[in-house]
């Protein structure tokens, strides 16, 4: 009768307690093997090479899955991403496709790329503009920033100082500050919000023939208003019209038409953007309309882009959303996020909005963009505007990562993890305190986030020496994060260095959490928690390994690395994927060589080989 290994390695230290239940079902050591859920060994499958990296350079690994049989593997170097599906990497030509960036070597395992939406993957890093990768075909890809033109801004200005703008619209424009205000160097890139108090628009007057009236400006989010009546002798068409830039105008919908005498009125709100309103008499046959179009008293908020500065109190600036007058202003706002404040680290999905989070200058702070609109951070007091929390109750630490949990959010900052609940589901606009504290526990985030597995998350404490598993319990009402590493620290820790440095879940064949650590040897932790199945083992190989990821391929998960090897004296580095782990496989098929090549039939001359 074979013995079971359903606990796993365990520390030196505890392998004399033979009284333990978990004693029991141990083992001493498991150097490149694996536990089953059956709780026999299975040796850890080889490796299969697939490319060098660019240059040789360390990369980390992502992932990017469009649909069920189209699933990439990202290559992140410094300066530049690459591709892969189907086992093999995408190139045209024979050159490896290949998009360039702006992240350094430094920065790239500091990527957040946990949100993807379609054929869109958001990438965000504290000190770059958001950004996101877009897949246009298996080999076209776009990487581009996120338009940043109506938000969102930092709380509006209580002092004197005022904003002056040179003119209303156009590229090139100065804005003045009477006060010390703009970064010479760092501004460049921020946008600013410059508001004057308009009052309410009227536009009154009598069709007594074909015409247009003159328009009213709606601001977005603000109401308009038409009332028309027409004489006792009227015959004709009244519409209303609307326009984006005050020269094309389209008919939405009628006011009066034929012999009506009956007074009409219509109203609604600009929801989509700032139009223009007006009516139109378009067709004419007697008589006489008295109309009048009214748009509300509002705050005209005008957006700028910073394009370069002269001096803390003068700047040159690109018009994004048209002023409404050039008289100085205390009302402005600074946008949140720039070379100057930073740009937030963190990004989440939420109820159908994007979700930012922790920039330099606000580091507790979570942006969430419109509904349905992720790009847009315009606020406002619709159910479906833009809005910003601020993290009550927590440790004055910035935000590592948010990963959304039922309908209530976790957060990891650099002293404790957080739970959140809303206040009210629906989120309605501009709340004044969208998500109440629930929970916290004292472990500190960095920026190796969680990964999701199963129902629980499973989540490397800051320094990767030990693995926490993040549950809520909702008989105690509280956030939980047992150590999942409480009988394993010689394994996880590095001496000299951080521990789990990179980590991905696999489903499939077995649930296994694949961590890399700092000093290259993989750690592989069987777990499932219905079945209360933890268990530890390691591999240490011939390479060193760097970066792990995961993506599903048919019935079965593909577990993919980067890694360093020498080859001929020379280091060299290799991005390549585990052969299937199959254990009914027979013993000829197996592949257990590192960084091996797979032949898969055909005819071929293979010549110096060495």
Not at 334 to 353: K, M
């Amino acid at each position: 009768m074979g013995r079971s290994f359903l606990t796993g390695i365990v520390s030196k230290d505890l392998q004399g307690q033979v009284g333990s239940d978990f004693y029991q079902t141990a083992c001493e050591d498991a150097n490149g093997f694996l536990v089953t859920p059956t709780g026999s060994l299975a040796m850890v499958p080889g490796t299969v090479y697939v490319a060098n990296t660019k240059s040789n350079v360390k990369v980390r690994l992502g992932r990017f899955i469009f649909s069920e049989d189209d699933v990439y593997i990202l290559e992140i170097g410094p300066l530049y991403i690459r591709f892969y599906r189907d086992s093999g990497q995408l190139a045209v030509a024979s050159v490896p496709v290949e998009v360039a960036t702006t992240y350094t070597a430094s920065e790239i395992f500091e990527l957040d790329i946990s949100v993807q939406l379609a054929d869109t993957l958001y990438i965000y890093h504290s000190a770059h503009q958001r950004a996101k990768l877009v897949r246009e075909g298996n080999t076209t890809w776009t990487l581009s920033d996120l338009a940043m033109t109506d938000g969102p801004f930092r709380d509006e200005n209580t002092t004197t100082t005022t904003l002056t703008a040179s003119a209303l619209t156009g590229a090139g424009i100065t804005v003045t500050a009477s006060a010390a205000t703009f970064d010479v160097s760092d501004h460049v890139g921020a946008i600013w919000q410059m508001s004057h108090d308009v009052t309410m628009a009227t536009e009154t007057a009598t069709f007594s023939g074909v015409a247009n009236s003159n328009s009213v400006f709606v601001q977005r989010n603000n109401a308009w208003n038409i009332v028309a009546i027409p004489s006792a002798k009227f015959n004709g068409s009244i519409d209303v019209q609307f326009s984006d830039d005050d020269v094309t105008f389209t008919t939405e919908m009628n006011v009066t038409q034929g012999t009506s005498t009956e007074r009409q009125a219509r109203n609604g709100i600009a929801t989509d953007a700032s139009i223009y309103v007006r009516l139109r008499c378009s067709s004419f046959t007697a008589g006489t309309v008295q109309f009048w179009i009214y748009a509300d008293a509002y705050k005209h908020n005008g957006v700028v882009s910073i394009t370069a500065v002269a001096s803390t109190t003068s700047a040159t600036a690109t018009v994004l959303t048209d002023l409404i007058s050039t008289d100085a202003t205390t009302a402005h706002a600074e946008g949140s996020w720039s070379p100057f404040r930073g740009y937030p680290g963190s990004a989440f999905f939420y109820n159908q909005r994007l979700g930012a989070a922790g920039n330099t200058a606000e580091p507790q702070e979570l942006w969430l963009s419109e509904t349905n609109d992720l790009e847009s951070h315009f606020p406002g007091t619709l159910a479906t505007s833009a809005f910003h929390h601020v993290l009550d109750g927590a440790m004055p630490s910035p935000i590592r990562w948010v990963r959304v949990e039922g309908k209530g959010l976790l957060v990891g900052t650099l002293g404790q993890v957080l739970s959140y609940s809303p206040q009210d589901i629906t989120i309605s606009a501009n709340p004044s305190n969208p998500f109440k504290r629930a929970s916290a526990v004292n472990h500190p985030s960095g920026f190796v986030a969680p990964v999701e597995a199963g129902s629980s998350f499973l989540m490397p404490e800051l320094g990767g020496n030990a693995l926490m598993e993040l549950l809520f319990s909702s008989e105690e009402e509280s956030l939980l994060a047992p150590d999942l590493t409480r009988f394993v620290k010689d394994l996880v820790r590095v001496t000299d260095g951080n521990g789990i440095v990179s980590m991905a879940f696999q489903k499939r064949p077995f649930p296994i959490l694949w961590c890399v650590r700092s000093d290259g040897s993989l750690l592989i932790f069987l777990y499932d928690r219905p079945s209360s199945t933890a268990a530890w083992t390691y591999a240490t190989l011939s390479g060193s390994y760097e970066s792990v990821e995961v993506v599903p391929l048919g019935t079965y998960d593909q577990v993919w690395l980067s890694s360093l090897h020498t080859v001929g004296g020379s280091s060299v580095r290799f991005v390549g994927y585990m052969d299937k782990l199959d254990i009914h496989k027979p013993l000829k098929d197996m592949h257990f060589v590192e960084a091996g090549l797979h032949w898969k039939g055909g005819t071929a001359n293979i010549t110096a080989i060495t």
